[in-house]
């Protein structure tokens, strides 16, 4: 069976780490919110961490000093969205 055979699914859920958004605090501590995805075997799972584990690089290389914070995405994404959709709506603090 093939990747798309065991995992595709009726509703498309669009899955994307580049949907993140970058986080300054008042106090100059810098942050980016970065989604983290849970499978639905062990397979699919060890693929995820695969995966997190390249795109923490990437985001270590950009982001320098600053801390990257996964956030549980799976309802978001279930609803057609992600993290940085639900946070361009978040005012000024």
Request: proline content about 2%; hydrophobic content about 35%.
């Amino acid at each position: 069976e093939s990747y798309l055979q065991v995992y595709a699914e009726s509703k498309t859920s669009y899955r994307s780490y580049i949907n993140s958004f970058y986080l300054q605090t008042k106090d100059g501590k810098r942050n980016f919110v970065v989604p983290r995805y849970s499978g639905r075997d062990a397979e699919e799972n060890l693929e995820l961490a695969r995966m997190e584990k390249s795109v923490q690089s990437v985001y270590a290389t950009v982001a320098g000093s600053a801390e990257i914070i996964w956030i549980d995405s799976d309802i978001l994404t279930s609803e057609q969205s992600a993290i940085h959709c639900v946070v361009s709506v978040v005012p000024y603090i």
